[in-house]
């Protein structure tokens, strides 16, 4: 059956000639929905990585060999740098572009308009071009997605289907973790039916946590086309300049410590006394310091000095933060909400310290000591004084 | 009034800090019993803008959507920015929308200040939402350069044109500040460890004025705010609240309960003897890096 809309596009990161591997996660799932898809629907849709920048057109072979179907690379020096604008458009353009379409399968290449779904990672760049390319496409996006499913969706909805009992087939259920860590969200993107303003919204966009999902391993045997796109640049936008990039050390390094303590909302009772304490601790122990998402958004007044060092988004620990494999993860006052554990469950050896044993932080350690960290931090710095001494990397 | 115009997006959410923030015995937030504040994102992004009032005596209005009671986030964003313009866009028909319904009435609120903007800001993201669309979207509605990850910048008024440093953090890659000169306008989403600086004495000097000044005016914060309806905005009515909005939350849900990855031994935490257990087993999981 012909439809207006087919595919899947993935719009891909790389930085200095590498693929990020966010980049690959996102194939590999695209991979797996789609097969799942093309034997349910008895169709035979496509992942398309999209890619833009300067000399790409080598490591556009790789995305084929991790599961695409087919990439559409727009290679031209002005897209060496990224600019919103610039990318927007581009990625625009390629999303509407028939010929390329037709290229991708000329069976439909009269009626297909757009992509079905478009994929997005979300991180400092995904996030925003996601925002700026979802509306240039006047359609939805759901953010930081964790989990996938296509299924039909029967529903009766009082704006979108004007009350009345409706189909939308093929519909992407995009799972979001919610702030508290606690919900799990559902977000749909459905064409408006309600005669009163029809609208379609296609793609059917999200943006994908890096890290949640494995990519495909490399077959150097897989075959796909590769489509060069040549990108329409506005002179006006050429008036924005990237004048310098710098490298710099993050104040906060959750990649080479071998330990990390993190503290959450345990610290209550007295918060600028227990995060001097998780200070000692980590001093102890050589380790980076993690907090939980809830402690980044400043719930306690503490010291102007601990309170910028410490209660910042940098250093969360998380779905919305940084994902570890410490080998020693020491949980302090952390009740373990799902978005947490997901940045932390590879870690080595998991100690918690938690006076309350039905924190879900229990089932993602493997020793719990029960008890206030007040009590138990001053214990374990003066037991780890006399039996460990860390050198120094 | 300076040549420049500053509009900053701002957005009332729930107050997380103790005291203010309850939450329902299954950990998710009671928003009937939490108190609502200005965001904190919001707030950062109007100390940028308060910079922009004492470096370039820039003009600041503050937008925000919401229901009435927004208006307390309006008044504190003024505190911190001295605004002169305050405005609230409310309505029933805009409630329920995702972020392109809303961006919607944002643009449409912008483009009806008097003066044309020369630089929008946003905050990093909702600290409820968490989406983060929001600001670039209504930029990209506006047709302004969007920035984003901002943690400093500057205005050359006479070319008009500014230039911002971004953060820019990538999984596996080491942080980046790229530094970008743009044409005005720009939409500006600030990052979260944005910080102003004022270096010299004239402009610690205006600080302290436009402060002092700042909370004079969100004394009296209702002479400044203009509160606007649907029709008084002129919104087409198709791209806002729920028919402007593509996507839905179908389902909220509590996350399942992952089966345990780990067996815990629990131990009694003012036992010294177990204390000294656990960490003979933290040392042995650190093997490789310790020495006796």
Same mark, same amino acid.
């Given at each position: ?5 087919? #595919? ?25 929905? =789609? ?84 994929? %997005? ?45 409706? *189909? ?13 860590? +606690? ?48 990108? *329409? ?18 104040? !906060? ?26 200070? @000692?601790?980590?001093?102890?122990? @050589?380790?980076?310091?993690? !907090? ?87 214990? =374990? ?13 | ?22 939450? @329902? ?12 504040? =200005?965001?904190? #994102? ?44 305050? #405005? ?32 929008? +800001? ?19 509605? =506006?047709? +302004?350069? %969007? ?7 500057? !205005? ?64 009296? %914060? ?38 345990? *990855? ?16 656990? !960490? ?13």
């Amino acid at each position: 059956m012909a439809e207006k809309y087919r #595919h899947l596009y993935v719009i891909i990161e790389h930085e200095d000639g590498e693929l990020l591997p966010v980049s690959l996660e996102m194939i590999g799932e695209a991979r797996r929905l =789609l097969d799942g898809f093309n034997s349910k629907y008895s169709s035979n849709e496509k992942v398309v990585a999209v890619i833009l920048g300067h000399n790409i057109k080598d490591i556009s072979k790789q995305l084929i060999e991790y599961g695409a179907d087919a990439v559409i690379y727009a290679d031209d020096p002005e897209l060496k740098d990224i600019r919103n604008t610039i990318y927007t458009k581009v990625i625009g353009q390629i999303a509407q572009d028939t010929k390329s379409l037709g290229e991708i399968e000329s069976e439909y290449a009269s009626e297909i308009k757009r992509p079905r779904y478009m994929f %997005f990672a979300a991180d400092s760049v995904g996030r925003h071009l996601s925002s700026t390319v979802l509306v240039e496409l006047e359609s939805g996006l759901a953010s930081d997605i964790n989990q996938l499913v296509i299924e039909d969706i029967e529903m009766s909805h009082q704006q979108k289907t004007g009350g009345k009992k409706e *189909t939308y087939e093929k519909t992407l259920k995009m799972y979001r973790p919610d702030f508290s860590g +606690f919900l799990w969200t559902t977000i749909l993107c459905l064409d408006n039916r309600n005669p009163a303003f029809k609208r379609d919204y296609h793609p059917q966009s999200c943006s994908i946590i890096p890290g949640v999902f494995e990519p495909l391993k490399p077959d150097s045997l897989r075959e796909g086309k590769i489509i060069e796109f040549t990108p *329409t640049i506005d002179e006006q936008d050429l008036k924005v300049k990237v004048l310098s990039r710098q490298i710099i050390k993050s104040v !906060v390094d959750f990649d080479t410590p071998r330990t990390i303590v993190s503290f959450g909302r345990g610290i209550k009772d007295d918060p600028e006394q227990n995060i001097k304490l998780v200070e @000692n601790l980590a001093k102890e122990l @050589n380790a980076e310091i993690g !907090v939980t998402l809830p402690i980044s958004k400043k719930p306690y007044t503490v010291s102007q000095a601990l309170d910028s060092k410490y209660m910042i988004p940098d250093r969360v620990i998380g779905t919305s933060g940084h994902k570890t494999s410490a080998m020693l993860y020491v949980a302090a006052g952390v009740s373990g909400a799902m978005q947490h554990v997901w940045g932390m469950k590879d870690s080595g050896f998991v100690v918690a310290i938690n006076p309350d044993e039905d924190a879900p932080i229990k089932n993602e350690c493997d020793v719990f000591i029960k008890g206030r960290m007040e009590d138990v931090i001053p214990l =374990l710095i003066e037991e780890i004084k006399k039996q460990i001494q860390i050198v120094e990397a | 009034m300076g040549d420049l115009n500053i509009a900053v997006i701002i957005k009332l959410e729930p107050d997380f800090s103790e005291g203010n923030v309850s939450y @329902n015995p299954d950990g998710t937030l009671n928003r009937a019993e939490t108190k609502n504040t =200005l965001g904190p #994102h919001s707030g950062i992004a109007a100390h940028a803008a308060f910079f922009g009032k004492v470096m370039y005596d820039a003009k600041v209005s503050i937008v925000t959507m919401g229901p009435p009671i927004a208006d307390l986030a309006l008044k504190q964003a003024q505190q911190i920015s001295d605004a002169e313009e305050l #405005h609230l866009y409310s309505d029933r028909l805009f409630a329920g929308a995702d972020t392109l319904g809303t961006a919607e009435v944002l643009r449409v609120g912008i483009e009806k200040i008097q003066q044309k903007m020369d630089i929008v +800001f946003s905050g990093h993201r909702a600290s409820d939402g968490e989406t983060g669309q929001t600001g670039p979207q209504t930029a990209w509605k =506006l047709g +302004f350069t %969007f920035l984003g990850n901002v943690i400093s910048y500057s !205005v050359d008024l006479e070319t008009r044109t500014i230039r911002a440093k971004r953060l820019i953090s990538l999984q596996g890659s080491p942080n980046v500040i790229e530094e970008v000169e743009a044409p005005l306008p720009v939409f500006i989403s600030i990052d979260p460890t944005y910080k102003s600086s004022y270096n010299t004495i004239s402009q610690r000097l205006a600080f302290q004025k436009y402060k002092k000044e700042a909370i004079q005016r969100a004394n009296t %914060f209702k002479d400044y705010l203009k509160v606007f309806n649907a029709k008084e905005l002129g919104v087409d009515e198709t791209l806002v609240g729920l028919p402007g909005s593509p996507t839905i939350v179908y389902k909220v849900e509590r996350v399942p309960k992952s089966t345990a *990855t780990r067996r815990a031994e629990v131990i009694d935490g003012t036992d010294p003897e177990q204390i000294r257990k656990v !960490v003979a087993k933290m040392k042995e999981a650190l093997e490789a890096m310790v020495i006796k």
